[in-house]
């Protein structure tokens, strides 16, 4: 029995046993409800007697005879008997009975209204014990009527902490199996069976004869799908259509959308799925029918087919639900299941706007075209290189292998090989002259003159694109303020070249054996990077990225040094290996969290400037080579000889070659010819490494990044973008309401991206429409890009129109209620007239 039960009787007993007169009361406990309580009870003024039903007499002479002062409570755990077996009658004559029934008790202590004692006498069992009653007293109900008893017995059986049905049906259906569910079970124990199927039915419009937890679920379901998709079921999924589909819509959301009950979501949607078919209704439907349905997984599937056929057919005007096929990827990869099918967005997305690269036309001069490729043009390697990041996430893309022939032909002939043989042409015509910041000139115009200590990060292959991507991360942290502008590196462009082109220098040079000199000096290691540094810079350094491995490290190896160069390794290590050459666009992703995640460690070591940059690009393409890609006939004596160059004494004479002396490129008088690929051919040389290639002159392997980093250590105060309603509304007319809303600012470093959950709740806090979430992750500058508009489908139920009603914004991740409108609930028809279907 609870701890207020007992009080309640012991206060009770004491206020008896109070005045100079001796009182004996009887207590006839019919069900011995408290033969466990009773030698518990706290009475001062009194003793307690058990009396057994074989001795009567001997209580007779106890209570007359022997103890003829003390005051006493007589405990049966029996009922009192008939008049002729009871033996103290005549005493009970000159003293008082006691009643107290546990169903009496528990409405005083709580507060329930006396017409709900019937109720609670039909299931005393359920209070017969203490850690169960002691549960349901815990839960502290405010209004009781007889669903709100039922209902608290139930959450008590199955170890919910709140009173909500729909909290208990949620639990229900996602623990264990739907047949033989254990959770039944324990209502069936405590005759809550039939209360649990009626509030079912008030609660969501669930009726059946012989009702189930599956019948049940698959109404949740279908009612949801029938709601969403605004078509004409089979008659065989109307049976399972509710009229409460508002009701049904809210439930099934916050189910979804519960980091605890997601997993059980998922398991009942695939259950509904394969059991009343939903697969043959979608197939008869139109894709654009059900472009936003999103509680069955296999939806996905059928948009994502329907995308990869427009996209074949380089349809790219193509629309569902009037959203373009961008915001269609963008759309789906915000509900439920876009982590699942995450990577088929992005593979579809990008290779949209790789198919828009076929009407590709590049500029006509090359400084045009390298402006145009750093604002803009660059964007198209992008795209390929995170079509294929995600296109080899997934293991079987079979479905993809007609689009991924068509964006591998529009990216190699209709993008990258009319880009480099333009650039190329006019880079030949020019002498190499661009307009660009050369990479030999990078420690004069860079390191040289800076104050502070500054970090030069060199990444092997970070080409300009993946240099963007790198600048983007860094911006999005706040602690970091960061520029980016380009650079053009030696040619041919490969490492030791551009390594050395780098380092502080007077005289740049190749020997008569093509190995690179500065300043008269070999430096093809680390080691002998530093002496040339510290010839410049004595008070300098160089050291392996991936010797920086803990801030204590970075620490020691910064402090007293003015310029410390960091070399890394993770583009172009992949990329050279024929093994892991179609992992260099990994690679790519890799190196930006790598770099990104090195600098806040330097930072973390007292360093607050640094310079990011490449020794060269690279070109990539998936496809292998056919042997027309190939220019051979290479006769070269005395000849440096690459993939994508050729630096010997005399011209490579073959069709689409591109010349540059090498004086041009070192601005001193070196006769001999750098010969290159004017496409993005190869030379035919021995040697495995086909995809993966660099040495030309094209702007993907000769535009490198210069990324200028000022970070602070410090914190910089952020916050979370806002929503807004665009119009104020003051009144809900109808069961289905759409708002429009707007993300108050931009995402930038300082606005920081954020999670919504959006729904109408009553003056009670109870939840009244679905939940909308809302990703707050635009970063369009123009406010009218970021409108965006919810649909809210609410409760079938009467509404007071003199209560409160609230729309409210929830920040989930920063635990914030940011909007609390009051509306009107104005609904006419709450019940559609059974219609809702």
């Known amino acids: 029995m609870a701890e207020l039960n007992l009080k309640q009787i012991t206060d009770k007993l004491n206020a008896e046993f109070v005045g100079e007169t001796r009182k004996l009361i009887f207590w006839y406990d019919a069900n011995a409800e408290f033969v466990d309580d009773i030698d518990t009870l706290e009475l001062p003024n009194a003793k307690v007697f058990h009396l057994e039903k074989d001795n009567q007499f001997y209580t007779k002479y106890f209570l007359e005879r022997v103890d003829t002062q003390t005051n006493y409570l007589i405990y049966a755990p029996f009922p009192k008997p008939a008049l002729c077996d009871n033996h103290l009658a005549d005493t ?49 109900i405010e209004n009781w009527n007889e669903n709100v008893i039922e209902v608290a017995m139930m959450s008590v059986l199955c170890r919910i902490k709140v009173v909500s049905f729909e909290e208990l049906v949620r639990t229900i259906i996602t623990n264990g199996e739907l047949e033989n569910n254990k959770y039944l079970e324990f209502l069936g124990n405590y005759d809550l069976i039939i209360p649990f199927w009626r509030i079912c039915e008030e609660t969501f419009g669930y009726t059946d004869v012989q009702p189930t937890l599956s019948k049940f679920v698959y109404t949740l379901f279908v009612t949801y799908f029938a709601k969403v998709i605004h078509r004409e079921l089979p008659q065989s999924l109307k049976n399972y259509c509710s009229y409460k589909s508002g009701n049904i819509i809210a439930f099934v959301d916050s189910m979804m959308n519960s980091v605890i009950f997601r997993d059980g979501f998922d398991k009942l949607s695939e259950l509904t799925y394969n059991t009343v078919n939903i697969e043959s209704v979608l197939k008869s439907f139109e894709v654009s029918s059900f472009a936003e349905l999103e509680i069955f997984r296999k939806t996905d599937i059928f948009i994502i087919k329907w995308l990869i056929a427009r996209l074949e057919n380089e349809d790219t005007d193509a629309k569902l639900s009037g959203l373009s096929i961008p915001e269609i990827c963008r759309m789906r990869r915000k509900l439920h299941y876009g982590n699942l099918y995450f990577s088929h967005y992005y593979i579809i997305e990008n290779a949209y706007y790789l198919i828009m690269a076929a009407h590709f036309e590049p500029e006509k001069t090359v400084q045009n075209m390298w402006e145009r490729y750093v604002s803009t043009d660059y964007v198209f390697d992008q795209r390929y290189r995170y079509f294929y990041y995600h296109y080899d996430k997934i293991t079987n893309n079979a479905m993809y292998d007609n689009l991924r022939e068509l964006v591998e032909n529009i990216y190699t002939n209709e993008y990258l090989n009319p880009l480099s043989v333009a650039w190329n042409n006019e880079f030949v015509e020019c002498k190499g002259e661009t307009g ?97 540094l510290q010839s410049y810079s004595p008070r300098s350094k160089t050291i392996r990225f991936d010797d920086i491995n803990t801030t204590i490290i970075a620490k020691e190896v910064t402090t007293g040094q003015d310029v410390v160069y960091v070399y890394h390794d993770q583009i172009d290590a992949r990329g050279d290996d024929l093994k892991t050459e179609n992992e260099v666009f990994n690679a790519c992703e890799e190196a930006v969290e790598e770099i990104h995640t090195m600098i806040k460690r330097l930072t973390s070591a007292s360093n607050t400037h640094f310079i990011i940059t490449a020794d060269h690009g690279f070109i990539y393409k998936r496809d292998k080579l056919s042997e027309s890609d190939k220019i051979s006939g290479l006769s070269q004596q005395n000849a440096l000889v690459g993939r994508r160059y050729v630096v010997s004494e005399q011209v490579v004479h073959a069709d689409g070659i591109g010349t540059v002396t090498l004086g041009n490129v070192l601005k001193n008088q070196d006769t001999r010819i750098v010969s290159f690929p004017i496409g993005s051919d190869i030379f035919k040389v021995p040697g495995g490494g086909l995809n993966f290639v660099h040495g ?112 409210v914004a929830y920040d989930e991740k920063n635990a914030l209620e940011v909007i609390r409108h009051e509306v009107q609930m104005d609904l006419a028809f709450v019940d559609d007239f059974g219609f809702n279907i």
């Open 696 to 807: 030309g002159a094209s702007l993907q392997e000769i535009l490198i990044p210069v990324i200028d980093v000022r970070t602070n250590k410090y914190h910089t105060e952020t916050k979370a973008v806002s929503i807004s309603l665009v119009s104020l509304v003051h009144k809900i007319t109808n069961l289905t309401t759409n708002l429009d809303f707007i993300q108050s600012d931009a995402v930038t470093d300082v606005n920081k991206e954020t999670v919504y959950k959006v729904f109408f709740i009553s003056d009670e806090n109870e939840k009244i429409s679905n939940d909308n979430i809302y990703v707050a992750d635009k970063k369009d500058t123009d406010a009218s890009k970021r409108i965006f508009r919810l649909r809210f489908n609410f409760k079938n139920k009467q509404y007071d129109k003199n209560r409160k009603y609230y729309l």
């Open 92 to 140: 009970t004559r000159y003293s008082k009975e006691f009643f107290a029934d546990r169903a009496s008790l528990i409405s005083i202590d709580l507060g329930i209204d006396e017409k709900y004692k019937p109720v609670l006498q039909h299931y005393i069992s359920f209070f017969g014990e203490k850690v169960r009653t002691q549960r349901f007293y815990n839960l502290e």
């Open 436 to 532: 660009l910041t050369k990479q030999q000139d990078f420690y004069n115009k860079y390191v040289k003159n800076v104050k502070e200590r500054i970090i030069v990060i060199i990444s092997d292959a970070l080409r300009f694109e993946v240099g963007q991507t790198l600048m983007k991360r860094l911006t999005e942290d706040e602690k970091c303020t960061a520029t980016i502008a380009p650079m053009q590196s030696v040619l041919p462009s490969y490492t030791r070249f551009g390594m050395s082109a780098l380092l502080p220098h007077k005289e740049l040079a190749m020997g008569e054996d093509f190995r690179v000199l500065v300043d008269g000096k070999l430096c093809d290691d680390i080691k002998s990077r530093e002496q040339i």
